[in-house]
């Protein structure tokens, strides 16, 4: 291979992080190395846990080999930073959202008169924003070195994007002030321009919490990850009508699975636990939300 292309500061740095400039560069099969490089370089598992991945995999049957784009690779870093750092949990509940849904149909004509479109996750996001402002620590995030805790004024909600390009979070900001008409006008402008490539660097970050909602395509419950340096993410997925027991006979209710991944280190299991029974007796109580 060439002589290595990468500047004195990258090479302090892979110094720093103890990171084999000609090892990575073998790796990523080029000789230009970039300070980013260094930094997703970094996840790569040091020492006997790499051989899981040294495989030659040509050696089974015909392979391609498609390197991962720089956006997917960065998405890629977050996410095992995440998965490595936080000692995280997933808390399952269901919200019973039958009136919920009776309102979201009923202002249905009064939406397309105005040219928006509402689906439920605008009304899960307002709801999320209420359930902020009632548990602060929820909206908090913890220093680099873990040892302050801060707590955000502001409440903020990323929303985790489906795109052809990989997965991208656009922050909808000051959600807990906004209609349900405007956060789904600015869903769905944010989540149109997420796929076009077309979200500014400015609506991306600074999030108090992120939604990750697979509602539209299907599943009974999953395990988000975290957004670090948010503190929990919100799962949510389809909705179905099951039978409820009401004390007397089993009656239809169209319910709503949740799944709240948190950082353990901030939040413990019975805040966990509180936070998702108030945000479900939100979402079946809707008019809860004026109070
Ligand atoms: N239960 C049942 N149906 C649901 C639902 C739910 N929880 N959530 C949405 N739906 C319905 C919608 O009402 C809509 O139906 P209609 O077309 O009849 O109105 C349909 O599913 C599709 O909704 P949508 O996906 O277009 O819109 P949304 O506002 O619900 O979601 C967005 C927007 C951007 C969050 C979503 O399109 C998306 O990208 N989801 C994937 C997120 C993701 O990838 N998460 C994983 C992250 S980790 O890899």
Redesign the pocket.
């Known amino acids: 291979m060439p002589d290595l292309i990468a500047s004195p500061s990258v090479r302090a740095l892979a110094a720093r992080k103890g990171v084999d400039l000609k090892e990575l560069a073998r790796k990523l099969g080029r000789n230009t190395i970039l300070r980013e490089d260094i930094q997703i370089g970094n996840r790569w598992p040091q020492g006997s846990e790499t051989t899981a991945w040294d495989v030659d995999h040509s050696a089974f049957g015909p392979v391609i080999e498609e390197p991962l784009s720089r956006f997917a690779r960065l998405a890629a870093e977050n ?1 095992t930073s995440a998965a490595r750092t936080v000692p995280s949990v997933t808390h399952h509940d269901s919200a019973e959202i039958s009136v919920l849904e009776a309102f979201r149909r009923s202002i249905g004509p009064e939406a397309e008169g105005r040219g928006i ?1 509402v ?4 009304f ?1 996001i307002k709801a999320m924003a209420r359930a902020l402002r009632e548990f602060p620590k929820f909206n908090a995030s913890l220093s680099h070195d873990g040892m302050v805790l801060i707590k955000k004024s502001y409440v903020n909600i990323g ?5 052809p390009h990989g ?1 991208m979070v656009p922050v909808i900001r000051n959600a807990d002030r906004k209609g349900v008409f405007t956060l ?1 006008e600015e ?2 402008d ?2 149109g321009r ?1 796929r076009n490539r077309k979200v500014r660097p400015d609506e991306l970050g600074g999030g108090s919490m992120t ?7 299907g599943g009974e419950a ?1 395990t ?2 975290i957004n670090p340096p948010e503190l929990a993410i919100l ?6 009508t099951r039978p409820l027991w009401n004390g007397e006979a089993f009656e239809p209710a169209f319910m ?2 949740l799944d709240l991944t948190y950082d353990h280190r901030v939040i413990n299991g019975a805040e966990a636990a509180r936070f998702l029974h108030y945000l479900c007796a939100l979402l079946k109580e809707p008019a809860r939300m004026l109070i």
């Open positions: 996410l479109r689906t439920a996750l605008a899960q929303v985790a994007v489906d795109t997965l789904a869903l769905s944010l989540a997420a939604v990750s909602s697979l509602g539209g395509i999953f988000p990850i799962g949510i997925s389809k909705a179905v709503l699975p």
